[in-house]
């Protein structure tokens, strides 16, 4: 069974920066689209960046300019570059990955990471 495990959360103040990391563990095949989520408290989950197998990327409007996602498909990781941070940002922040073919399990489709806590301070 494949895990996602994130790492690099943490306090920072407004202005700095942090880079949050996603390693998907288990006999990987492959992985198609990899994503950070973020849940801030009594709010929705939302996305805030996907990128496909081949390095295509999309990101909400919210972090466009200041954040950057991006993977590395030989240590199945994903990575959240996260610059100019806003005590907005403050959030639980996701990895997930929408589907996935590992040996001997096969196809898993939507898995989440435990999450990592961001707070900025203002």
């Known amino acids: 069974q494949v895990e996602l495990v994130e790492s690099g959360g943490g306090l920072v103040q407004a202005g700095g920066s942090l880079r949050l990391s996603c390693v998907a563990s288990g006999r990987i095949i492959s992985i198609n689209q990899m994503a950070w989520y973020r849940q801030a408290p009594g709010k929705q989950r939302e996305l805030v960046a996907r990128?496909?197998?081949?390095?295509?990327?999309d990101y909400a409007n919210f972090v466009k300019g200041r954040f950057t996602i991006s993977r590395d498909n030989a240590k199945n990781t994903v990575y959240l570059q996260m610059n100019s941070l806003e005590p907005e940002d403050t959030a639980v922040y996701f990895c997930n990955v929408d589907r996935v073919l590992s040996t001997p399990k096969g196809y898993e489709n939507n898995l989440w990471g435990q999450g990592t806590q961001v707070t900025v301070s203002s």
């Open positions: 990128i496909t197998h081949t390095g295509n990327t």
